[in-house]
């Protein structure tokens, strides 16, 4: 079903204070095309309702690259995902991952941007550009670790599959 009726099915189970007709069945899968909508924007009814929802599996499809251009934005929306899914270890496992990835991130670019003001001026002596190039480098190593870890936290969760890589008959 749609987004619309959703929306128009929790929006009477909030009016009735009756839960929808929806929630009364087990379902075996729930399937959300446009999956991406799920992570990250305001709360929605459709999306109140599609997290109600008991379902034996949950999956998510989405041929929409993540529109964010911040690692805070993204970590959130990934949250959302997370929370769709039910996965047991979004609560315990997921917060300080998406901590560590954001500290590397702001570090990395604390980082750089020392390294190329150093580089830039030939004013500076030799030694605090090269602590500045290693401090980059450290934090390079480090943000490296924490997407390693981000990945091998989803991947048992996801399957990715990319246009370029698929073969049709």
């Not at 079903?1 to 929630?23: D, F, I, K, M």
């Not at 799920?38 to 949950?58: C, Q, V, W």
């Not at 980059?136 to 246009?163: D, F, I, N, T, W």
Request: charged share 20%.
């Amino acid at each position: 079903t749609g987004s619309e009726r959703l929306s128009l099915e929790q929006r009477h189970a909030t009016a009735t204070g009756q839960p929808s007709v929806l929630c009364e069945v087990h379902w075996a899968r729930l399937v959300c095309d446009e999956g991406h909508h799920l992570g990250g924007g305001a709360l929605t009814n459709a999306k109140i309702l599609l997290m109600d929802l008991p379902a034996e599996r949950r999956w998510i499809l989405s041929g929409t690259p993540a529109k964010e251009t911040s690692d805070a934005e993204g970590c959130a929306t990934l949250g959302g995902l997370l929370h769709f899914l039910r996965d047991p270890r979004r609560h315990t496992v997921w917060p300080p991952l998406s901590r560590r990835l954001l500290k590397a991130s702001a570090a990395l670019a604390a980082a750089t941007t020392v390294a190329a003001g150093n580089c830039s001026t030939s004013s500076g002596p030799a030694a605090a550009a090269a602590a500045a190039s290693s401090a980059a480098s450290e934090a390079e190593v480090e943000m490296r670790a924490s997407v390693e870890a981000v990945a091998g936290y989803l991947e048992p969760l996801m399957v990715r599959q990319l246009k370029a890589k698929i073969q049709v008959p």
